[in-house]
């Protein structure tokens, strides 16, 4: 089955810098990539995707990259706020069928 | 985006009961849906995966008997704790996607508590 690794654990960031946070896949059918943000106590919560056929994706100051000759994918956050402070996850996901997350990264802004 | 709801948000219940988690898809028709576990600091858990009308497939090692999950319509999944015990303990979570479109969408939790 599919095997998704997210680095790093935690990420403690200056508010306005940014924030990178990676994840590697196995399975080379996985073909659709989200990512969640999960504040405590809460569900979590769709904020990009990217499929397959596509490198980049950016929505104002959330960006995801994929490469898929090397399996990785990550989120760039830009110009960070207190409010980006929650914990990160990363999903593979192959046609529609089960969705494998990564570890979780709990993000801290620092004011 | 799409909308899941899950109820209750949290629940403390005696050891030996059960007790029913609903998650429901308000504005679209979901065919498929997953419930997932997670303890703190940790990720997420797939229990099962449930669609619409047929049996729910469950993960390796989750306990069919002892968590049943229904998912009797295509807005509606239900996961049931039977006989509830304090290793039950934890935060249970829905998810739902809609036919044709890949996005997974979540429930806001339930945080369930055996004493």
């Known amino acids: 089955g599919e095997n998704v690794e997210q680095h790093p654990s935690t990420l403690s960031v200056q508010e306005g810098d940014s924030a990178v946070i990676k994840c590697t896949y196995s399975d080379s059918a996985s073909n659709y990539f989200p990512w969640y943000k999960q504040e405590l106590g809460k569900g979590p919560q769709l904020i990009i995707d990217i499929r397959s056929n596509v490198g980049e994706k950016k929505d104002q100051r959330i960006a995801v990259t994929l490469n898929k000759t090397a399996k990785h994918f990550s989120l760039h956050i830009t110009e960070t706020q207190p409010e980006d402070s929650a914990v990160y996850f990363c999903a593979a996901s192959s046609n529609f069928n089960k969705f494998y997350f990564g570890s979780g990264t709990k993000l801290n802004v620092k004011p | 985006g799409a909308v899941v709801s899950q109820h209750p948000s949290w629940v403390i219940c005696k050891s030996g009961t059960s007790v029913k988690i609903e998650c429901r898809s308000l504005?679209?028709?979901?065919?498929?849906m997953f419930w997932y576990r997670q303890f703190p600091k940790q990720s997420l858990m797939l229990m099962a995966t449930?669609?619409?009308?047929?049996?729910?497939?469950?993960e390796q090692g989750v306990e069919k008997d002892k968590f049943l999950i229904n998912h009797a319509s295509l807005t509606l999944s239900t996961l049931t704790v039977t006989s509830a015990h304090p290793e039950d303990s934890s935060f249970y979570i829905c998810?739902?996607?809609?036919?044709?479109?890949?996005?997974?969408?979540f429930g806001s939790g339930t945080q369930l508590s055996v004493l």
């Open positions: 998810s739902a996607t809609m036919g044709g479109n890949e996005k997974l969408f």
């Open positions: 449930s669609n619409e009308g047929s049996k729910a497939t469950y």
């Open positions: 504005d679209f028709q979901a065919t498929t």
